[in-house]
């Protein structure tokens, strides 16, 4: 894998500075991690909700058949409220296979634009690269979830090797197994390691590059309050993501709607 283009990193650098100032006046409550190879969470927090499993991920990897909808969430003690449809009109953005160089500035460029914090399902893999890019995604107030370290379906591994994928992932509260694909087994470890499965409400399949127009009408369709929206900023190309997105939430924002980063 090459490092940032030349051309990126003013880009990566003018963000970084902007979101360092706009922290000074504000200060995070979230600190600065990289990938890690075990993730913990105080016991204090008490036992985990069930899973959020909704459609399968279908970016990378064999397509499996959707898991049934569980969206019935049993709420946690604050901070980590998963009563995701108690806050009004807030929907939750998502965006895996990241970071990357090219795109995720751009989508963070977006975010800061329409004041948008969202969820970055990330690769410990590409953590290991751009770690500068999670830093920036921190510094400006978005959540980053564990996406496992390169992307294997878990599903398909032996046990101590998808145990092995998972915990080398980025350090959070929060686990999104590429494909989509998991089971009891993967639910277990994920739970061991203090994390949740999360998957989502709406798949805009913006991986197929659909056309800008696509992936808007995906996001349009399935907004309503609490729905987790999966999008992609890594993995490709993701100009077409990056359109929908700015379009979407022009039209989302005049209509009441805000937007959140998942409790990871």
């Given at each position: 894998?090459?490092?940032?283009?030349?051309?990126?990193?003013?880009?990566v650098?003018?963000?970084?500075?902007?979101?360092?100032?706009?922290?000074?006046?504000?200060p995070?409550?979230?600190?600065?991690?990289?990938?890690a190879?075990?993730?913990?969470?105080?016991?204090?927090?008490?036992?985990?909700?069930p899973?959020?499993?909704?459609?399968?991920?279908?970016?990378?990897?064999?397509?499996?058949?959707?898991?049934?909808?569980?969206?019935?969430?049993?709420?946690?003690?604050?901070?980590?409220?998963?009563?995701?449809?108690?806050?009004?009109?807030?929907?939750?953005?998502?965006?895996?296979?990241?970071?990357?160089?090219?795109?995720?500035?751009?989508?963070?460029?977006?975010?800061?634009?329409?004041?948008?914090?969202?969820?970055?399902?990330?690769?410990?893999?590409?953590?290991?690269?751009?770690?500068?890019?999670?830093?920036?995604?921190?510094?400006?107030?978005?959540?980053?979830?564990?996406?496992?370290?390169?992307?294997?379906?878990?599903?398909?591994?032996?046990?101590?090797?998808?145990?092995?994928?998972?915990?080398?992932?980025?350090?959070?509260?929060?686990?999104?197994?590429?494909?989509?694909?998991?089971?009891?087994?993967?639910?277990?470890?994920?739970?061991?390691?203090?994390?949740?499965?999360?998957?989502?409400?709406?798949?805009?399949?913006?991986?197929?590059?659909?056309?800008?127009?696509?992936?808007?009408?995906?996001?349009?369709?399935?907004?309503r309050?609490?729905?987790?929206?999966?999008?992609?900023?890594?993995?490709?190309?993701?100009?077409?993501?990056?359109?929908?997105?700015?379009?979407?939430?022009?039209?989302?924002?005049?209509?009441?709607?805000?937007?959140?980063?998942?409790?990871?």
């Open positions: 894998m090459t490092k940032p283009p030349g051309k990126i990193l003013p880009l650098a003018a963000l970084l500075c902007g979101a360092v100032l706009a922290q000074a006046a504000k995070s409550d979230h600190s600065i991690t990289s990938a190879p075990v993730v913990q969470v105080a016991s204090a927090h008490g036992p985990l909700s899973p959020i499993t909704h459609k399968q991920d279908r970016s990378v990897g064999p397509r499996k058949p959707p898991h049934p909808s569980q969206r019935s969430i049993t709420p946690t003690t604050a901070p980590d409220d998963w009563n995701l449809t108690a806050h009004g009109k807030v929907l939750y953005l998502t965006f895996d296979d990241g970071p990357q160089p090219e795109w995720t500035p751009k989508v963070l460029q977006v975010l800061r634009k329409h004041k948008a914090h969202a969820t970055f399902f990330v690769l410990g893999i590409q953590v290991a690269q751009f770690p500068e890019l999670v830093t920036l995604e921190r510094a400006a107030g978005h959540h980053v979830g564990n996406h496992t370290w390169d992307h294997k379906t878990l599903t398909l591994l032996p046990d101590v090797k998808m145990r092995q994928e998972i915990a080398s992932g980025v350090k959070s509260k929060c686990l999104r197994p590429p494909t989509g694909a998991t089971n009891a087994k993967i639910e277990a470890t994920a739970a061991a390691l203090h994390q949740r499965q999360v998957l989502w409400d709406v798949d805009t399949e913006d991986w197929t590059k659909p056309g800008t127009a696509k992936i808007e009408h995906e996001i349009l369709r399935g907004a309050p609490g729905a987790i929206i999966l999008m992609h900023d890594g993995g490709g190309n993701r100009s077409q993501t990056v359109a929908a997105l700015d379009s979407a939430l022009t039209k989302l924002t005049k209509l009441g709607y805000s937007y959140q980063s998942l409790p990871c």
